[in-house]
């Protein structure tokens, strides 16, 4: 799987969206972006993955490159409760099958009042 | 949503007890993870399964095993718990079926072994 490079912490102001960028250069043709966060004491949690496409869901925008080497996490309307380690991850594809996930360290994203 | 639950949030045992995780999902998945994370280490696989009664060694399985008698359920066994294994332990589970199907996971059982 790829290697995945993010910035180890992050500020948001409440209410403001909050971009969170992964680059990801040795991404290969038949490797998804997935993103997860971990709240603290808690167990990852799924937000979004994509292949090439932009992705939008309830609760993220997942924006990829052209060239597939970065893409960005963006909260639309970051809130307290949104602090947490952001993961950017890439899985080939079939890995469900086998449970292969890398964590990295990810990012600290830390919303403000 | 899917829903992964684990039995317990936190246990404390004793070294070289028996130790049984429990996890159970609802979505009828096939696969089903147990990982341990620890600090600065991330995310370990220690066993799997894709399917009842069947079951795969992950990178570290040594002093687990693991037991899928129902779809459903996916227990974690320490046969005699060590102070090594004092960790979060986190369940996973996620359909074989289409291109990226996402792993979901559970909230974890933080085990202390003194």
């Known amino acids: 799987d790829a290697k995945t490079t993010q910035p180890p912490s992050m500020d948001c102001a409440e209410g403001r969206a909050a971009n969170l960028p992964c680059n990801h250069s040795?991404?290969?043709?038949?490797?998804?972006v997935y993103w997860y966060r971990q709240i603290h004491s808690q167990g990852p949690q799924y937000i979004i993955h994509?292949?090439?496409n932009n992705e939008t869901n309830e609760m993220a925008s997942l924006i990829i490159t052209e060239d597939r080497k970065s893409s960005t996490l963006i909260l639309p309307h970051a809130t307290l409760r949104d602090t947490a380690v952001y993961y950017c991850i890439v899985r080939v594809h079939g890995s469900s099958n086998t449970g292969k996930l890398i964590f990295g360290q990810g990012t600290t994203l830390q919303v403000k009042p | 949503d899917v829903k992964v639950t684990q039995s317990s949030r936190y246990l404390v045992k004793r070294t070289g007890e028996k130790v049984f995780l429990e996890c159970v999902q609802d979505?009828?998945?096939?696969?089903m993870f147990w990982y341990r994370q620890d600090p600065g280490l991330g995310l370990r696989l220690i066993y799997f399964?894709?399917?009842?009664?069947?079951?795969e060694k992950g990178d570290i399985p040594e002093g687990y095993s693991v037991s899928r008698e129902k779809k459903e359920r996916f227990s974690l066994i320490l046969e005699s718990a060590s102070t090594n294994q004092t960790s979060m332990y986190l369940c996973?589970?996620?359909?074989?079926?289409?291109?990226?199907?996402?792993?979901?996971f559970g909230n974890g059982t933080r085990l202390t072994v003194t």
């Open positions: 979505m009828d998945h096939e696969n």
């Open positions: 399964s894709y399917d009842v009664k069947m079951k």
């Open positions: 996973a589970s996620s359909s074989p079926w289409g291109l990226d199907s996402p792993l979901h």
């Open positions: 040795t991404i290969s043709g038949n490797e998804y």
């Open positions: 994509g292949l090439k």
